[in-house]
């Protein structure tokens, strides 16, 4: 597979195009940042005659990594698209970012791929991350191979990371990560580091030589053959061990040769149903050259192993009313359904949206139907409109070159879809359906700001809207109880290219402040207070009095007013009054400014005036007496507690452990799960993981994961209730 030189078809400066799913591959690149995902991407270009050299499209942008804050940054932080055009085979290459805190944008990658390329450094091996995107993508049987890089490291080893990735990757079946070719180095240098200069193929023997900067073959001399026959015969043991011919192996082990047109077909079918997982190396083409070492290898594995879109399972697609609709998907003719799996925005046309279309054909200028599942607890809206698609376009770099459709199983982006957000269903007008989505990671860290100025304050709605519309891992909450506004982020990189946009591209300067939990306060024990409110000023004076009686409750239990007033002390009519001047004082607390919560106020007596009492002077009376019960009483600070799960490797179990009990958690329960890795179970106080998320990837090396959900409030340590109180006397 991939021995043989293939010439493109395509041209720089147009758009690849795709009339069938079967002249489609789409594949999306994954690895660790620094892996040189984008590096490989522009060789892949440069290979496949779609830049003029080396990342460079026609304007002298580059291919990946556009964005000015990828620039700034150095690194990519959101999902890239290149279509490349390679023998007749439209080739959608999406790099995704290696960084944790961009998860999100890898989530799109995978939902929009039919196969995975994972990328892994020579020098630096694979990460916990890395690791766990694997076996997600094994639970969904996707095509995989692997591709190492960086072999011109001095620490390079192609041999040693091709045993790691088995041992790592093939952790059930290390015989299914195999090499498919074995790189050639030159003679060690001043340095005593030699390069590589090209590959062997193991099934045809063939010698691939690129230290031309062309692709030149010839046959290998009679001292490198004995050099691969070891890992020849382990190759074709392999690919015979996933042969649908179960005659193949007897054949084999009883001395015939077996035929390399049978191999290679065994080989692409196991790649193709995601059994076999090949593993090839590659490097980016020198200054002037035209191909990169090991892209031609690469494109032909992509187009002749990776499976086409017609042979994606199925996706489960429902009306909007929610009934399962059988669909044959990947038909070009059949009823249009396609998905929104990534939304941007640029500055002169607006909002644009990477679209795959999984049935159907897209058009430009259409009417289609925006449906959504909505995620409005991240303060995104449902969707149920009809919208007309603007033009269609292939991207590449900073370019966009117009499309005249997108078949089933192509991607293409979408201008002027103005309602529909990363995750949305477009199908026709006349029949609305509605494609299950993705899981989307929930995003842990908390960033409250504040507009920086009057202007900026004016703005802030609008580009929170146009942020969180764009970014669906990224949370937006006013939160009611610390009138604090709150962008929940996948950490403080994610944060950081946030605010970066909201400055750069919707001009709104903001200040990050201090994150507040929403604290409670409640009653220790029961407590009387008296509310007098009497003043005369001439005309119409104020006169209300009431005494009230408060007792705590059980938590949950919010505020209880209770009436037993007798004799009409207090009128009918101003009952409510003191009711609600109880509550509104409860609502701005009696001790450190937080809300009062689980107690019983009940009204036992009170006085009026004839004249001068009224609904307003009850509502201070009734204030004043909740106040005064406040004065005599022990009031307790009460702290939210999350129910904290934390999944971890076994290696880090009581380093977790002893972290999550210097925040005062108390850990519930563990259990073992499968992968040598355990579930931890506790309740932490929502104080105390604030920034737990940035933490526990430290603590953890990137390989652990979490997830909190509220559990209750509780009293808070008397030294720490009592430090609150402090800081809330000393506020402005």
């Known amino acids: 597979m991939g021995d043989k030189a293939n010439t493109h078809t395509g041209a720089a400066g147009r758009a690849p195009a795709a009339d069938h799913p079967a002249s489609v591959r789409n594949v999306v690149l994954v690895g660790h940042s620094g892996a040189g995902k984008t590096t490989l991407v522009e060789a892949l270009a440069l290979t496949a005659g779609a830049v003029n050299r080396a990342g460079r499209v026609e304007d002298g942008g580059t291919v990946s ?57 020579a020098s630096d091996g694979v990460d916990g991350s890395t690791r766990m995107v694997w076996e997600e993508c094994a639970a969904v049987g996707m095509p995989r191979a692997i591709v190492i890089t960086h072999l011109e490291a001095a620490r390079a080893d192609f041999e040693e990371m091709t045993r790691i990735c088995a041992q790592v990757f093939g952790r059930d079946d290390p015989d299914a990560v195999l090499p498919l070719y074995l790189p050639l180095r030159d003679r060690p240098g001043p340095d005593g580091h030699a390069p590589v200069t090209g590959l062997i193929g193991l099934l045809t023997r063939q010698l691939f030589d690129y230290s031309s900067g062309e692709r030149k073959e010839s046959e290998p001399g009679p001292d490198q053959l004995p050099l691969i026959e070891e890992a020849r015969n382990r190759l074709i043991e392999g690919i015979i061990a996933e042969s649908e011919d179960e005659t193949l192996m007897d054949r084999y082990l009883g001395g015939a040769d077996i035929d390399l047109g049978t191999l ?37 594995l992509i187009r002749r192993g990776f ?27 059949g009823p249009l359904v396609a998905e929104v799996v990534k939304t941007s925005s640029d500055p002169y046309v607006g909002r644009v949206s990477l679209v795959r279309v999984f049935s159907g054909t897209l058009r430009p200028d259409e009417t289609v139907h925006v449906s959504g599942h909505g995620l409005t607890d991240r303060g995104h809206e449902d969707h149920d409109v009809d919208e007309r698609v603007g033009a269609l376009s292939a991207p590449f770099g900073k370019q966009q070159r117009p499309l005249t459709h997108c078949v089933a199983g192509d991607l293409a982006c979408v201008a002027k879809l103005s309602r529909a957000e990363t995750g949305d269903t477009l199908s026709a007008t006349d029949d609305p359906l509605l494609m299950a989505p993705w899981e989307m990671p929930d995003p842990l860290l908390p960033i409250a700001i504040r507009a920086h100025s009057k202007p900026d304050e004016d703005k802030l709605s609008q580009g929170l809207a146009r942020l969180v519309a764009e970014d669906p891992t990224m949370r937006l909450e006013q939160n ?55 003043k005369q000023s001439g005309g119409h004076g104020q006169y209300a009095i009431c005494a009230i009686e408060v007792e705590p409750l059980p938590g949950g239990s919010g505020i209880e007013f209770v009436d037993k007033v007798v004799g009409g002390a207090v009128p009918r009519q101003f009952i409510p009054s003191v009711e609600k001047g109880v509550r509104a004082q409860a609502a701005r607390g009696v001790a450190a400014g937080y809300p009062l919560v689980d107690v019983r106020v009940t009204l036992l007596d009170g006085k009026a005036h004839s004249v001068d009492s009224s609904d307003a002077a009850f509502q201070t009376a009734g204030a004043l007496a909740l106040r005064e019960a406040a004065g005599d009483a022990t009031i307790h600070l009460l702290e939210p507690v999350a129910e904290v799960t934390v999944l971890v490797g076994d290696d880090y179990v009581g380093a977790v452990m002893s972290d999550l009990s210097g925040r005062r958690g108390r850990v ?50 008397p030294q720490l209730a009592a430090k609150v109180r402090e800081q809330a006397q000393d506020a402005p």
């Open 668 to 717: 519930v329960g563990t259990e073992q799960t499968s992968g040598g890795r355990t579930l931890i179970r506790a309740e932490v106080p929502e104080i105390e993981i604030g920034r737990y998320l940035v933490d526990l990837r430290s603590l953890s090396h990137g390989t652990a994961r979490f997830s909190r959900s509220y559990a209750r409030h509780e009293p808070m340590p």
């Open 65 to 121: 990594d556009y964005d000015e804050i990828e620039h700034r940054q150095q690194r990519s932080v959101q999902l890239s698209l290149v279509p490349v055009d390679w023998d007749g085979v439209k080739i959608n290459v999406l790099d995704t970012p290696g960084y944790a805190d961009f998860v999100g944008e890898l989530r799109a990658g995978l939902r929009a791929a039919d196969a995975a390329l994972f990328v892994v450094s």
């Open 307 to 333: 499976p086409t879109p017609l042979e994606r399972d199925g996706l489960t697609v429902s009306t909007l009313d929610g009934k399962q609709r059988d669909l044959t998907l990947c038909d070009p003719d």
């Open 480 to 534: 009611q109880d610390t009138h604090q506004v709150v962008l929940w982020c996948l950490g403080e990189a994610h944060a950081d290219v946030a605010l970066e946009r909201l400055r750069t591209r919707y001009g709104v300067q903001v200040d990050v402040v201090p994150y507040r939990v929403s604290l409670r306060e409640t009653f220790a024990g029961r407590s009387a207070g008296r509310g007098r409110h009497v």
């Open 264 to 300: 290679v077909q065994d080989l692409e079918r196991a790649v193709a149903r995601g059994s076999f997982f090949p593993v090839l190396a590659a490097a980016p083409a020198a200054e002037g050259a035209r191909k990169g070492l090991g892209t031609v290898e690469l494109l032909e």
